[in-house]
């Protein structure tokens, strides 16, 4: 039986978490499409993989449209979401199966697929929760997906129980955890470091695009009473959080610490620069659907502490591989980054562990062989399998 053709929609072309993975999934389908809203690197990155890379009319800048604000917020580009509807659907029709990946991508591709008569995936990369979306988002989100997608396909179980605590239903969704592997630089630190430009003292690094609910001004609080050591802060304001980033910056300098932080912006050499860390942390202070830098971590041999919200748990097998802290506790932070330092030889077993547990779960491999199942039976009709409501 041949395979099936494969739409893959996405909203946004900046290369953020959801769109790595993307990337990754893609793999198994050349000569698939991807209908991509507007021009940039995701673009690139798909023709790259042997994708038809498909850019619609009218479809940049939608990124503005806030999850947490109302749908109302959509009127005045009303126009534009109709036309972009009537593109997908008219892309779809020449497909066997439709793959939202981003949340915008899904709301019009539902309406699309059912003008088209054809099937959905929604890959949900987000917690469905009031901390990342309106309530009226959330209504609107798990309604399509109650009606129109044959399956919801999430990063890990916390995901999948805050969508289904939504209103999402349990025979939906499926939890398929992301994958991702990384080229290890087996130089000693130190010359890791002098290539990078960075001094060789006790440093921490925390890794992802520059947000508030991302917790790196926590970071800085802690570093406050983390004396001697510094801090690298990689990543960018990607959808509209400059003022956050610059918040950063003065934050940085009213607690006297702007001289340990290296802010290094948005970086495609996160792994290598991970492996010139002594710890990485994640620090988010609202739930994270997944935790891709601290799989990354753990593949780099690197500790790491995360807050204890979302999946950081799951991940780290209930704080085995990793020391969970609360979240939105520099003092808490600050104290396990102290404790790691000082007993670092002690860990040797627990790294090993962690990242034996990360090729093990989290092997990119893996996740393309679950998604092209799970796609291939979408496509064929097949009921998904159910999932036991949390």
């Known amino acids: ?67 947490d604000s109302s749908p109302l917020g959509a009127l005045p580009v009303a126009g534009r979401l109709v036309a972009l509807v009537a593109q997908i659907a008219r892309a779809a029709r020449v497909h066997d199966v439709v793959y939202a990946n981003s949340q915008k991508a899904f709301v019009l591709s539902a309406l699309a697929t059912t003008l088209a008569r054809r099937p959905l995936v929604w890959h949900l990369h987000d917690i469905l929760d009031s901390a990342h979306f309106g309530a009226a988002q959330r209504a609107l989100q798990v309604r399509l997906a109650n009606a129109c997608a044959r399956l919801v396909i999430v990063p890990s179980r916390a995901a999948a129980d805050a969508f289904v605590a939504a209103g999402g239903r349990a025979g939906l969704v499926e939890v398929v955890p992301n994958g991702l592997s990384i080229d ?141 802290v609360p979240p939105d506790r520099p003092d808490a932070l600050a104290d396990a980054v102290a404790d790691i330092l000082a007993h670092r030889r002690d860990l040797e077993p627990r790294l090993a562990g962690a990242a034996e547990r990360a090729r093990t779960h989290y092997g990119v491999a893996a996740m393309r062989t679950r998604l092209a199942e799970r796609i291939g039976r979408a496509a064929a009709g097949a009921a998904p399998a159910v999932v036991p409501a949390p």
């Open 1 to 67: 039986m041949p395979a099936p053709r494969v739409m893959f929609v996405n909203h946004t072309s900046t290369m953020s978490g959801a769109e790595l993975v993307l990337a990754d999934a893609v793999e198994p389908w050349p000569g698939a499409t991807a209908f991509l809203f507007e021009g940039g690197p995701l673009n690139a990155a798909m023709a790259s993989r042997g994708l038809s890379v498909t850019t619609a009319r009218g479809g940049g800048g939608l990124s503005g449209l806030r999850r």
């Open 184 to 324: 290890l630089d087996l130089r000693p630190r130190a010359a890791i470091r002098r290539d990078l430009g960075l001094p060789d003292v006790p440093m921490v690094g925390v890794f992802s695009r520059l947000a508030a609910w991302k917790g790196q001004h926590v970071v800085l609080r802690a570093l406050a009473d983390l004396p001697g050591i510094h801090a690298v802060v990689a990543g960018d304001a990607l959808f509209g959080e400059g003022a956050y980033a610059d918040g950063l910056r003065a934050l940085a300098a009213e607690l006297g610490v702007s001289g340990r932080v290296h802010f290094l912006g948005q970086r495609s050499d996160v792994p290598r620069l991970m492996q010139a860390m002594d710890v990485v942390i994640h620090p988010s202070v609202h739930p994270e659907p997944f935790g891709r830098t601290l799989v990354e971590a753990m593949l780099a041999g690197v500790p790491v502490v995360a807050t204890d919200t979302g999946a950081a748990a799951e991940i780290l097998d209930g704080g085995r591989f990793g020391t969970l």
